[in-house]
């Protein structure tokens, strides 16, 4: 069976829309079958019915999601209760600076997956704006995992 990701970016300036693009190279490169449109409506997203969730996102204002990933947000928690037991994963990028709001959009998106029954497979990857350069580079260890993850969970 080959597992469906559905990978799902909110960004301001681009950076988070970059690790995305590079995130549904490497995990196709793993055999997995990826889905990424930087633009995806909720009606989209539903539509896929994926086994997983993998949402990369940056944090804007004072901890919170950018503009374009509210209207899905608002929408998961509001939809039907389909995503029970889909498998998760979760990537935030931010800046240490902002103290306790530091990714605090990609925590956010922790907490819904709780609400709705995604499974995160493993914890959230921090990306510190302050501290890299290149943030695709950075995500790629992560990535690695989180395919064996999901290709584990989806045999046993
Ligand atoms: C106006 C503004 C507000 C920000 N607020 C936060 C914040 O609350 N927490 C955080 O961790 N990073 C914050 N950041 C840092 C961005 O999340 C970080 O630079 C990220 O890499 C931008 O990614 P993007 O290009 O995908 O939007 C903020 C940046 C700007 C410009």
């Not at 004072?62 to 608002?74: K, T």
């Not at 493993?122 to 290709?151: C, G, I, R, Y």
């Amino acid at each position: 069976m080959t597992i469906h990701v559905v990978i799902v970016s909110g960004t301001v300036f681009g950076a988070a829309e970059d690790v995305a693009h590079h995130a549904a190279e490497l995990l196709t490169d793993a055999g997995l079958n990826v889905s990424y449109n930087p633009h995806a409506t909720y009606a989209q997203l539903s539509a896929l019915k994926p086994d997983a969730l993998l949402f990369v996102t940056s944090t804007t204002g004072m901890g919170e999601l950018p503009d374009n990933l509210q209207p899905i947000v608002a929408a998961l928690r509001d939809g039907p209760p389909q995503w029970q037991g889909v498998l998760g994963g979760v990537i935030g990028l931010g800046d240490a600076c902002y103290g306790e709001d530091f990714c605090a959009g990609a925590h956010l998106i922790c907490e819904l997956y709780e609400e709705l029954g995604v499974v995160q497979l493993q914890d959230m990857l921090p990306l510190d704006a302050s501290e890299t350069v290149s943030p695709e580079t950075d995500a790629q260890p992560w990535l690695t995992e989180f395919a064996d993850s999901l290709k584990m969970a989806v045999v046993q």
